[in-house]
């Protein structure tokens, strides 16, 4: 049976005094099961819409690169994840992989991704990762994102990776509206990160907070950076964000005010 087929679960109702079947028949129309132990209640399982696709985006120097990624969804778990890595090369033999890449549209995403710099001097890179938001989202949002640095020396004279804007974030995230405005989730960040020979690790964190004063539609992340020439680089990343939830009292007050609108209109005019 495929995805596009709406299944009927047949029942069978027994032999029972009127009133009895007209109370099966109420609970049906209302799709209650009631009375149980009688039967099961025919029920319609309704087909799942697939959210829309992430998509990648990639810099090498001057060098663009429209990617093609082919995605696995796993409805179970709401994730989407690449199929297989994939790898740009640069005129001058350069690369940047993405070894791994994953989303659950409500939302997260990470990354896995690793450069190489063949050229004669620095080399900037820029990895743009874009999920569309199902559902979107509104009001405060709790946002973090980590990232974790790997730094390879080719020829034992140092190496640097570091943001391409000075003073700027090797990882930065926002949001977009449907209007295409940004919002930030300020938790951009990574900053220069040198070593003299050999391999050196680092990582960073952020948490932070943002709020969709009107439905937010994208969650985005973008790994720019700058690698010093005949070096390699290795990162991976997180950036999660979450609906910040209403104060129990603030759900008590809105119940509370509900049941005293309820009663009110209830109440008998002149009484």
């Given amino acids: 049976m495929d995805g596009n087929t709406v299944r ?14 007209l109370a099966l028949f109420g609970a049906w129309i209302a799709g209650i099961p009631a009375l149980g132990f009688l039967g099961p209640v025919p029920v319609a399982h309704a087909q799942v819409a697939i959210p829309a696709e992430p998509s990648l985006f990639v810099t090498i120097g001057q060098e ?47 990354f896995s991704a690793s450069a190489t710099n063949l050229a004669t001097v620095p080399l900037a890179y820029s990895f743009a990762f874009n999920v569309p938001l199902t559902p979107t989202l509104l009001g405060p949002i709790n946002s973090h994102a980590e990232l974790g640095v790997t730094l390879t020396d080719g020829f034992n004279n140092s190496a640097t990776v ?59 992340a973008i790994l720019s950076f700058t690698l010093t020439p005949q ?35 209830r109440r008998p005019i002149g009484a």
């Fill in 162 to 220: 570091q943001p391409v804007v000075p003073g700027g974030s090797l990882l930065t995230s926002y949001d977009l509206f449907s209007n295409g405005s940004p919002i930030s989730k300020n938790v951009d960040i990574g900053s220069l990160f040198s070593i003299l020979s050999g391999t050196g690790t680092t990582t960073f964190s952020a948490n932070g907070q943002l709020t969709c004063g009107q439905p937010c539609v994208t969650m985005s």
């Fill in 8 to 21: 009927y679960v047949s029942s069978r109702v027994i032999r029972a005094p009127r009133l009895i079947k």
């Fill in 64 to 110: 663009q690169f429209q990617a093609t990624p082919a995605w696995r969804y796993d409805p179970v778990e709401d994730l989407f994840t690449l199929t297989q890595p994939l790898t740009f090369t640069h005129s001058s033999g350069s690369t940047f992989t993405i070894q791994d890449a994953g989303a659950i549209p409500d939302p997260v995403l990470f």
């Fill in 231 to 265: 070096d390699a680089a290795g990162f991976s990343g997180r950036v999660v964000q979450t609906p910040v939830p209403l104060p129990a009292a603030l759900w008590l007050f809105g119940s509370g005010l509900a049941t005293f609108i309820g009663a009110t209109q």
